[in-house]
């Protein structure tokens, strides 16, 4: 960097910043208090499904296949009651050029900044994110760093993350690694004010209309093959992004029945911006450590609004242990010939436990899949596990500690969601929306539909757990 | 006698961006305690040694400073062995769906 601001002076200026790097002004859709016009935000954008589908269809994303999982299906139903057992598919989005439904994402982005004339693209992302974003930028012609969580104060660096690092340095990008810690924000502003650069963010409108095609090929294809639409759509959740976008493709394609899940790893009592926890994770993302903060308040996002916002969305919100996502990884390899993962088994691991619970005739689809390979493996992550003194056996889940203790189911009928209880994080999200407005400004009746719609519950239930919080508080 | 890496070498470079105890307030006590790191690639702008203080031109054509840390880095992230705990799960699967664990 040519100049180095200080920590203080970068983040005074962040509102600039983010105004020049993303090109849309977030203060002309604010209707109240709390309340901004969230559909017409994305509107805005002017990216339907056949629009989107056509800037995809020009780099190699998007229409992936669909593919039934037989051979786990027929294990789901070894183990659930008589005429239960739903049909398992999963979306192969490992097909996308960089190896993940990230390309959706990344797609729109970089169609944007390149028709808003930016001369490069910056992303903060340690994972598949980069890669795509790369990738993309790579066929525009344009340039592109990315900023990286990426090695401990050992130097050790998280296998998965090296082999992003590596992928985004094939497609030519610049890549800035750092040590744990939340100041990576601080050195992304940096490097937008720096050059000026598009904010290739996860959380901008054209970052989640990219991902609307998937759920809306889904349906199509789930139709072509079943003749119904799926009964259950189970998405790896960490931002948002994921759920949001696809939901929204779901509802578009006419899924209106169709119920979506959030399915995230449990890392409970691992801190995010621990130095010590950093490498004893074993997920760099699709897990709880990203999907509680986000989805109890997308708008601690990098962009001034989150256009991520999953409880509009999820039916259910379910978690399972890191043992169980291995668990599966490996059935998925050997029962059914394809290896992939980590994280995006997180949703197949759920929906092994889900489907036992619906009937044979019903239709459970895993929206997702994503590359594996060298550092970005289960047996990578469970190497590094054990040596960072990570106890790793085989037993009854139930007994999965993270940052202790990976327990690998010993029979798959010991694989068994856990529910989120969804009211405690509706409740959870209205007291951070009531806290980020400071003074005392007084809620109008746009603010309270807001958080109903946001919330998905009524007005009712917001004024009762806004006036808990006044009391609480006040 | 130092060895000179030539200009134009890919290398890598390292720069504390915070030292410890300068973290942000929100940060865990052992994240706080030690320095917020970075390391970057590029091509070597002058000709230099390790340890030096250089310049690099990054891929993304940008000139960054820091200490001369590594000459042509290495991949080194890796499978490493395969792990027991999860050797025997299809074998387990295949014989729960009635069939034999091996060919066929
Ligand atoms: C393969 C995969 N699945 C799921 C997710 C979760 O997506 P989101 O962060 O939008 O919830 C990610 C994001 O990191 C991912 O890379």
């Not at chain 1, 294809?221 to 998405?235: K, N, R, S």
């Amino acid at each position: 960097m040519t100049a180095v601001l200080s920590y203080e002076a970068i983040l005074a200026d962040r509102d600039a910043i983010m105004r020049a790097s993303v090109g849309i002004d977030y203060q002309h859709y604010v209707t109240g208090v709390l309340a901004f016009d969230y559909e017409r935000l994305l509107a805005d954008t002017g990216y339907d499904i056949p629009r989107t589908q056509a800037v995809q269809s020009r780099t190699g994303v998007g229409n992936t296949p669909l593919i039934e999982l037989h051979h786990i299906t027929s294990l789901v139903r070894s183990l659930a009651a008589p005429g239960k057992g739903a049909r398992i598919f999963v979306k192969d989005e490992a097909a996308n050029p960089s190896g993940s439904f990230k390309d959706r994402r990344a797609s729109l982005s970089v169609h944007e900044a390149k028709r808003r004339g930016y001369e490069g693209v910056v992303a903060a992302t340690s994972g598949n994110y980069g890669a795509a974003v790369a990738s993309q930028a790579a066929k525009a012609g344009m340039r592109c760093i990315v900023v990286q969580e990426a090695f401990d104060s050992q130097g050790i660096a998280q296998p998965e993350i090296a082999e992003k690092t590596r992928a985004c340095e094939a497609y030519g990008a610049e890549v800035i690694r750092l040590s744990v810690g939340p100041e990576l924000f601080y050195m992304f502003l940096c490097v937008l004010k720096e050059t000026g650069f598009f904010n290739a963010s996860l959380y901008t409108p054209y970052s989640i209309l990219g991902i609307e095609t998937l759920g809306y090929e889904l349906v199509g294809q789930v139709q072509e093959q079943t003749g119904c639409y799926p009964d259950l759509v189970i998405a790896t959740h960490a931002g948002g992004g994921n759920v949001t976008g696809t939901a929204r493709g779901l509802h578009k394609a006419g899924a209106i029945g169709t119920k979506v899940v959030a399915a995230s790893v449990d890392l409970a009592g691992l801190h995010m911006a621990s130095d010590r926890d950093f490498n004893r994770k074993s997920f760099t993302t699709g897990h709880t450590g990203f999907s509680m903060p986000f989805t109890t308040w997308p708008d601690r996002a990098d962009v001034p609004r989150n256009a991520a916002r999953p409880l509009r969305y999820i039916d259910r919100f379910v978690t399972v242990t890191q043992g169980e996502v291995f668990y599966m990884t490996q059935v998925l390899a050997e029962l059914e010939g394809l290896e992939r993962g980590p994280a995006g088994n997180t949703s197949l691991a759920a929906a092994f436990s889900m489907a036992q619970g619906l009937d044979a005739d019903q239709i459970v689809v895993i929206q997702e899949t994503e590359y594996t390979g060298a550092g970005k493996h289960p047996i990578a992550q469970l190497n590094l596990a054990k040596q960072m003194g990570v106890e790793v056996r085989r037993g009854d889940p139930r007994e999965n500690k993270p940052g202790q203790r990976i327990v690998i189911p010993e029979h798959p009928s010991q694989i068994a969601v856990l529910d989120v209880d969804l009211d405690h994080v509706r409740s959870s999200y209205v007291r951070h929306a009531l806290q980020s407005t400071h003074a005392e400004q007084p809620l109008s009746e746009i603010d309270l539909d807001f958080l109903a719609a946001e919330t998905r519950s009524s007005r009712n239930y917001v004024e009762e757990i806004a006036n808990e919080w006044h009391r609480t508080t006040g | 006698m130092a060895e000179y890496i030539k200009k134009g070498t890919w290398v890598e470079i390292h720069r504390i961006v915070l030292a410890g105890g300068q973290r942000a307030p929100q940060v865990p006590v052992e994240t706080q305690q030690v320095p917020l790191e970075m390391r970057v690639k590029g091509f070597l702008a002058q000709r230099a040694s390790l340890g030096d203080e250089v310049e690099i031109v990054t891929s993304a054509g940008r000139r960054l400073r820091g200490m001369l840390t590594d000459v042509n880095p290495a991949y080194t992230h890796n499978f490493g062995s395969p792990v027991p705990e999860l050797l025997m799960i299809g074998r387990e699967v295949r014989t729960i769906l009635g069939e034999t664990g091996g060919g066929g």
